[in-house]
């Protein structure tokens, strides 16, 4: 998949191709005779994160998010086709005939254009019907909801239970509050247990199978992964993963999805393992009526059920155990915790499509939604909060945060000024996802890769394009070595991004290998051991110093006036006090002061006595007189 996520297909809104447009890509379902990996760590340095941006993980990441993204687009729908909708209207059929014949007589003045144009609209939106997809009220399950996202929500609740046998620990602290690892150690060993009771159906037949086929297999026992690199020095991407059953690799996104107990922190890569966690259900067949889902209505379940529950789950964990943010770049990124409820959010304000194969469209906003600068409004933010996931977000930040909203969520106040409308800031969230979470080492680190979501190749990548954020990527061997405090000196330059300025040797040094980056006036002196060092053009080694002979020491920086003519002349160690304000007289010997001009001179012509003049020369300005 391409690393800018762009959405194929015509422009949206291109009449001539509603009837013509292709499907969108939907994530695959799983071969029946699929066998299921232990998840395992592929990311261990910076250079891994090229490699995953072209692996089939990134391709399943990218359809799983734009398929859940389309799916809360608002829809467009002829009321004479749309089964079930209200076909109230308030035209007559003498008055839709007068409109047909009005337009065939020209306007007589531009008010007359003007009310002709906007009955004719008028007309046009009384033909079809808005539909859009807010949160549901109160965020209470409904009764109407499949089996599967109701078993789905009863685990959220589950889970958020297990915060009231965890209290905060109510003793000073900095950071997070240890607590929560005690909340965390339950849920791993309530975990098998839960997802064994509330995970759907259709995942459980699965295990089932495995059970069927019996665990003693031994030719199914492990399977090695050969996408590896090779580099014997990267033993992750050599590891064998054992085959197991499909919950155990389940679990492995699953627990991923509510931070690190050793870390006591949450962000977007915990967040992006819980939306993996529903892609893989998704992929197991999980979800009643995915197969026959053509309007995104299965998706769009799983975003308002189970994703803005989950949301509300994390929030809770974070104000009950202070939880640090993961990977944030602080006042300057999105949000501390969460990316994904501005992508939806954004989703559920753009401009409505006619057909479900339609792309996302990339500007404009639903009629009567609110403005993007209304997320800086405490009022408008609490009566938004309840239906829409973006304002959800910026609700629960006001919760946290205080101060001017431009000044602690600078990056959402500057997207709050677009003016192209919601699409234009739904495309620009996307794009900020693929930037700010896939693409960065500290976020996409700790995803675990297995049989859900592959680390091998995707045939059809493309190259990753070469951006800052690929260009600043940090090297494991060269923390390591930070970590274990090795001062031995390395061999070979770290393999990285290296700047177009820095040199692997200095210039004019024969042979040797520079270390770190060298400037052009870099020269190679030895300092202990022969570890060679940064040199200054005047950092010069004693025997080569400028008018020093063989074994002589540098002169010091000396004053015009400051001549070596008492003790010590000579020596080449500068000036004594006994001579240091005696008049010039040249010093032949070996390593005398340099010749630096004619010497100042030893008396000074003086005026009449009692006037100005009788100043000396070389001290009267041009308006002395």
């Known amino acids: 998949m391409d690393p800018t996520f762009k959405s194929p297909g015509p422009p949206a809104g291109s009449s001539s191709s509603r009837t013509t447009l292709p499907p969108l890509p939907k994530l695959e379902m799983l071969n029946p005779s699929h066998r299921f990996l232990r998840p395992a760590k592929r990311i261990n340095e910076g250079p891994d ?93 409904k009764e109407e909801e499949p089996e599967s996202i109701q078993k789905l929500q009863r685990l959220l609740k589950k889970m958020e239970a297990i915060i009231d046998e965890a209290p905060p620990d109510p003793g000073p602290r900095r950071f997070g509050n240890v607590s929560f690892r005690t909340w965390y150690k339950i849920l791993e060993q309530r975990a098998d247990g839960l997802l064994r009771e509330y995970l759907p159906g259709g995942v459980l037949r699965w295990e089932q199978e495995k059970l069927n086929k019996g665990e003693g297999e031994e030719e199914d026992g492990t399977e090695t992964e050969t996408e590896g690199d090779g580099d014997g020095d990267n033993k992750a991407n050599e590891q064998k993963q054992e085959v197991v059953g499909a919950l155990e690799e389940l679990k492995a996104y699953f627990l991923g999805g509510f931070g690190s107990a050793q870390r006591l922190d949450y962000g977007t890569g915990h967040e992006l393992s819980f939306i993996m966690f529903l892609g893989g259900l998704w992929k197991m067949g999980g979800f009643e009526g995915e197969e026959n889902d053509e309007d995104g209505e299965v998706e769009r379940r799983i975003v308002l059920g189970v994703v803005e529950p989950y949301l509300r789950v994390i929030r809770r964990l974070i104000l009950t155990y202070t939880l640090e943010p993961a990977g944030s770049h602080g006042v300057w990124g999105l949000d501390d915790h969460s990316f994904v409820p501005y992508i939806f959010g954004s989703a559920q304000y753009t401009r409505p499509i006619s057909s479900p194969n339609e792309p996302t469209p990339l500007e404009g906003s639903v009629p009567n939604a609110p403005k993007p600068g209304d997320i800086t409004k405490p009022t408008a933010v609490e009566r938004y909060r309840t239906e829409n996931m973006y304002f959800s977000a910026i609700g629960f930040i006001n919760d946290v945060k205080k101060g001017p909203f431009w000044e602690h969520s600078p990056i959402l106040f500057d997207v709050s000024g677009i003016k192209d409308g919601w699409g234009k800031i739904n495309k620009g969230m996307i794009k900020m996802f693929n930037a700010e979470v896939l693409s960065k080492f500290p976020v996409v680190q700790h995803f675990p890769f297995g049989s859900l979501f592959q680390w091998e190749q995707d045939p059809e990548a493309g190259i990753p394009a070469q951006s800052v954020h690929m260009q600043n990527q940090p090297v494991a061997s060269a923390a390591s070595a930070a970590v274990t405090g090795s001062v031995e000196t390395p061999t070979e330059r770290p393999s990285g991004t290296a700047a177009h300025w820095a040199q692997t040797r200095a210039p004019g040094v024969a042979g040797g290998d520079g270390l770190g980056t060298t400037a052009p006036w ?79 001179p030893e008396s000074f012509q003086s005026g009449t006595p009692g006037t100005a003049s009788n100043q000396f020369a070389v001290t009267k300005a041009p308006w002395a007189k």
């Open 49 to 141: 994160v090229s490699q995953f941006l072209t692996s089939k993980a990134y391709r399943d990441i990218g359809i799983w998010i734009l398929q859940l993204n389309h799916a809360l687009v608002p829809r467009s729908i002829q009321k004479s086709t749309a089964a079930g909708a209200p076909t109230t209207t308030t035209s007559t059929p003498e008055t839709k005939d007068e409109h047909k014949t009005e337009p065939s007589e020209p306007p007589k003045d531009a008010l007359a254009a003007k009310l002709q144009s906007l009955r004719k609209k008028k007309d046009e939106q009384s033909k079809e019907e808005i539909k859009t997809f807010p949160l549901p009220k109160g965020g209470e399950a």
């Open 522 to 600: 870099a020269q190679k002196p030895l300092g202990t051991g022969g570890v060679p060092g940064t040199a200054a053009p005047w950092d010069e080694a004693p025997t080569r110093a400028p008018g020093a002979g063989a074994g002589m020491a540098p002169p010091m920086t000396a004053a015009p006036w400051a001549r070596p003519t008492g003790a010590g002349a000579g020596a080449g160690v500068g000036p004594s006090a006994a001579n240091r304000f005696t008049p010039y007289k040249p010093s032949g010997g070996p390593g005398g002061a340099p010749n630096t001009g004619p010497p100042p």
